[in-house]
């Protein structure tokens, strides 16, 4: 990383985005630090590709700031750019390279060449190296794509929808390597994904996005104890207890900061207590981006 920097790795700070007259980014402000596995959650046209088109300088801001390692994110130093990696939707491309080839050519570009990958990531990968890339499946040039982007260790892995080609068993094997990788000298993760079930297994923190902006922000722990569907009308929740959505077919609100002081002070407003359950994230997101 950064020789002697410890701000986040990622700092993004009213950041705004617009294509004409259409508005893809309003006031985004967030970071991700050292360690963290961020799931950057949206229904399509929320505007996360657009985030991500920010952070790696494919698209320049129209308002505020976006930060890697303390620098403007479309400016990086080769060094910072190194530290980074990226895994898109879908690989295209580089069609006549066998995969070795394709592996060691790109490797060059490093300012420091990073050598070979580890041998872990290759077999997660189970490729040919003598196959040719344009003969691979869909799923194959997706592990492809994810080899060329971990192979040199970056300290900032950015995803996007990386997973949606993969079968179950190769989903849930990446699951597992992204928690190694963090695991590994505070490295860092911002996933964008559409299969909530995996995130809620790995995410240390998910950001939650419609139409362009950051509705909620949560780290998954405070989700998993404090989030909750609670049964009764939003003018009685205690003060401190927030409403994130309502279900629009049984009309139970979601709600965050709740604990056993919120329970014990609804009942006493209602006279009894209220019917509470644990959401999981998919639902959660679900009536949170309607």
Known sequence: MSEGYAGPFIAAEALGKQFGTRIALADVTFTVGPGEIVGLLGPNGAGKTTLIGCL?????????????????????????????????????????????????????????????????????????????????????????????????????????????????????????????????????????????????????????????????????????????WVAAPRDALPQHVSCLAEDRDTGALLVDGWDEASAAALAATLGAAPDVRIPDLETAFLEMTR
């Open 56 to 228: 790696l300088g494919f698209l320049l801001p129209s308002a505020g700031s976006i930060r890697l390692f303390g620098e403007t994110a479309a400016e990086l130093s080769p060094a910072l750019r190194g530290r980074t990696g990226f895994v898109p939707q879908t690989m295209s491309g580089f069609g006549w390279f066998r995969v070795g080839e394709l592996i060691t050519y790109l490797g060059k570009f490093y300012a420091q060449e990073p050598g070979a990958p580890p041998p872990w990531l290759l077999d997660w990968a189970g490729l040919d190296p003598k196959a040719r890339v344009k003969s691979l499946s869909g799923g194959q040039k997706q592990r492809l794509a994810i080899v060329l982007a971990m192979r040199h260790a970056p300290d900032l892995l950015i995803l996007d929808e990386p997973v949606a080609s993969l079968d179950p068993q190769a989903r849930r094997d990446f699951m597992a390597l992204l928690t190694r990788f963090c695991a590994q000298e505070g490295r860092s993760v911002l996933i964008s994904s559409h299969i909530l079930s995996d995130l809620e297994k790995i995410a240390t923190r998910a950001i939650f996005m419609r139409h362009g902006s950051i509705i909620h922000d949560t780290p998954m722990a405070r989700f998993r104890t404090s989030a909750r």
